[in-house]
């Protein structure tokens, strides 16, 4: 069965730094890409970032750009997301979700429960 | 980036009747390589991930019912709900996988009417 597993979430002071990680098991996770994508309240889904299988290719969304870096360690079957100078607008639940192939041009098939992440003073 | 639009921004349907939502991109999604849309749609119900109903357009994902169909290419697609079941309301969005970054639509709210 895949299982994606977020965790890290939590209240950031704005500015501040947070990792979010997921935890992947049910599948081979380095013959998938993985993605990040935020849902803030009262608002649509935002895609934010996705990671090739063999970590090699990395894309961000414009909004975050600079300031967050998605890295995998397919050893120990884990997406991470290194979040900073974090703001407001960045108040969202966060999902961890697997792309239906290696490369990142594939659509996202499955995904975690979200972890929360709110970003006040 | 691709500008993704969909219409309704909502919309409420009697049990049983058609339902139909429509997503633009402001620019082709398909791949003349591989002569695939790269555009899917999403079902997401309230305090749920979303899930992937259906993926390069048209192909609907394994275990989705059957009275969810997608059609369109290139700029104009459509998600259709032929006969609309309770289990349905939900917000449902669609998402280019074309070029980055990813984008959504802002999605539509199906309700029962």
């Known amino acids: 069965e895949v299982q994606l597993l977020e965790s890290g979430g939590g209240l950031v002071q704005p500015g501040g730094s947070l990792r979010l990680s997921c935890a992947a098991s049910g599948f081979t996770f380095n013959n998938y890409a993985m993605s990040w994508v935020r849902l803030a309240p009262g608002k649509g889904l935002e895609w934010v970032s996705v990671i090739s299988g063999s970590g090699e290719n990395t894309y961000y969304a414009g909004s975050m750009k600079g300031r967050i870096t998605i890295s995998r360690d397919n050893s120990k079957n884990t997406l991470s997301l290194q979040m900073n100078s974090l703001r407001a607008e960045d108040s969202a639940v966060y999902y961890c979700a697997r792309a239906a192939l290696s490369n990142c041009y594939s659509p996202t098939d499955f995904w975690g429960q979200g972890t929360l992440v709110t970003v006040s003073s | 980036d691709i500008v993704m639009t969909q219409s ?20 082709s999604v398909l791949y003349s390589s591989d002569s695939k849309n790269y555009l899917g749609w999403y079902q997401q119900k309230q305090g749920q991930p979303p899930k992937l109903l259906i993926s390069w357009a048209s192909t609907r994902e394994s275990g989705v019912p059957d009275r969810f169909s997608g059609s369109g290419s290139g700029t104009d697609f459509s998600l259709t709900i032929s006969s609309l079941q309770a289990e349905d309301v939900a917000v449902y969005y669609c998402q280019q996988h074309f070029s980055v970054p990813f984008t959504f639509g802002p999605g539509t709210k199906v309700d029962i009417k």
Request: charged share 20%; with cysteine.
């Open chain 2, 8 to 27: 309704p921004d909502s919309l409420a349907v009697s049990l049983g009747e058609r339902a139909t939502i429509n997503c633009k991109s402001s620019q």
